[in-house]
Nanobody
Framework: QVQLVESGGGLVQAGGSLRLSCAAS????????MGWFRQAPGKEREFVAA????????YYGASLKGRFTISRDNAKNTVYLQVNTLRPEDTAVYYC????????????????????WGQGTQVTVSS
């Protein structure tokens, strides 16, 4: 079992930045593939970014690369999402997720690839 706890969300003005964190426990973090998703009211859960267990491979949702950066620190059992130049359309609940299976390398953008989910952290961007 893996527990994931997100933090770092909040209210920010357009153009600002946030760094979201996701702390993992319960299983060797360095064996997990990690992802970030977001869900705005009335919309489907959207893939944001993903990172391999060793941090060497990163992937981003369409049009997000450049403003979003995913990283991880296996010594701290934590994955991060740096978001810059925030826009009102970035407003959503941001979820951290963990996958144990090797199929992640093919299906990293699909929510059902992930075995564990955090509770989410709200990001609200005001115009």
């Amino acid at each position: 079992q893996v527990q994931l706890v997100e933090s770092g969300g909040g209210l920010v003005q357009a153009g600002g930045s946030l760094r979201l964190s996701c702390a993992a426990s319960g299983r060797t973090f360095s064996t997990l593939y990690m992802g970030w998703f977001r869900q705005a009211p009335g919309k489907e859960r959207e893939f944001v970014a993903a990172i391999s267990w060793n941090g060497r491979a990163t992937y981003y949702g369409a049009s997000l690369k450049g403003r979003f950066t995913i990283s991880r620190d296996n010594a701290k059992n934590t994955v991060y999402l740096q978001v810059n130049t925030l826009r009102p359309e970035d407003t959503a609940v941001y979820y951290c997720a963990a996958a144990a299976g090797a199929m992640w390398v093919v299906t990293y953008s699909r929510p059902n690839t992930y075995d564990y989910w955090g509770q989410g952290t709200q990001v609200t961007v005001s115009s």
